[in-house]
């Protein structure tokens, strides 16, 4: 984990330490806190890789995009590629990182195309569950194995290739898991609707507000996508919007020097004096304020 330069916003890429050849690294949290000190994982950054906490001992609070998220043994986090975190570098805890890029895991347009039912289940995951006692077991194992894998006696090509298949069964597994700890029964069209909808969402939250402007892109009508959404994310379509509105002015505020009025444009206010207005609404505080108390 390194930190690129970039003048606004601290973003870390995957980038192993020394001579690490491998396109997935596994660490646990105190060899990684030996390793980088803990300065640098207590400072709030920019991810732009996949990253697995298994929390196997103690307890801890990991913020995600601005959110404490309380863990103790058993909890699994997944960080994807843009999230804001920082680690808990004061609690007394342990567990198991792991780190990957996206292009490890679906390195060409062909495999991409062909796991297609994997990447929308890594897409899917949420943030962080509490896994039961046996299933840590399990996926603890797993981890250890991809980690001994890294000691073989074998080429980097062929390494990599086992690596590879592990963590792609490893991620179908906790997906496995997490749909049956949290007793959800999706069809299939709303779980593609809203994976329509996010992706929409992500490339043009910046210009379009209001459910309709998805609703038409999408040729869909506005009640399918707020049936989707709902069951998918157990939220309104306009609240979806409004959330992800709010998180990248969040970022931006936290992140970048920019100017407020600036932040307002670039999220498709026509005036700053809205977007003030949406961001107490949102979240109880001016923008103001909130970049002051961040620093």
């Not at 090509?157 to 949290?182: H, V």
């Not at 998805?214 to 157990?234: C, N, Q």
Request: charged share 25%; hydrophobic share 40%.
């Amino acid at each position: 984990m390194s930190p690129s330069n970039d003048p606004g916003i601290e973003r870390r890429k995957y980038r192993p330490s020394g001579a690490y050849p491998f396109g997935v690294e596994i660490v646990s949290m105190s060899d990684l806190k030996g390793r980088t000190g803990g300065n640098h994982l207590s400072r709030v950054h920019r991810i732009e890789f996949y990253m697995l906490i298994l929390v196997t001992r103690g307890e801890c609070t990991h913020v995600i995009d601005f959110e404490a998220v309380r863990c103790r043994a058993g909890s699994l986090m997944l960080l994807k590629p843009s999230q804001a975190e920082m680690f808990d570098v004061v609690s007394d805890w342990d567990g198991w990182i792991t780190l990957f890029g996206p292009e490890f895991l679906f390195p060409t347009q062909s495999m991409l195309t062909s796991d297609s039912a994997l990447v929308n289940r890594l897409e899917e995951m949420i943030g962080c569950i509490q896994l039961p006692e046996k299933d840590t077991s399990h996926v603890e194992s797993a981890i250890m194995q991809m980690h001994s894998f890294c000691e073989l006696e074998a080429s980097v090509p062929e390494i990599n290739a086992i690596l590879r298949y592990y963590l792609s069964g490893l991620l179908l597994r906790i997906s496995l898991i997490q749909e049956k700890t949290l007793n959800v029964e999706l069809s299939k069209s709303d779980a593609i609707r809203f994976r329509r909808f996010k992706e929409a969402v992500d490339t043009n939250f910046f210009r379009w507000h209001q459910v309709c402007d998805y609703a038409r892109a999408l040729d869909s009508s506005e009640k399918t996508l707020a049936r989707a959404t709902h069951s998918i994310a157990g939220m309104s379509a306009k609240r979806f919007i409004v959330d992800r509105i709010s998180l990248e002015a969040k970022r931006l505020l936290a992140y970048t020097g920019l100017p407020i009025s600036q932040i307002s444009s670039r999220l498709g206010f026509d005036e700053a004096t809205n977007f003030v207005k949406f961001f107490r609404r949102e979240t109880g505080s001016t923008p103001g304020v909130f970049r002051r108390e961040l620093r």
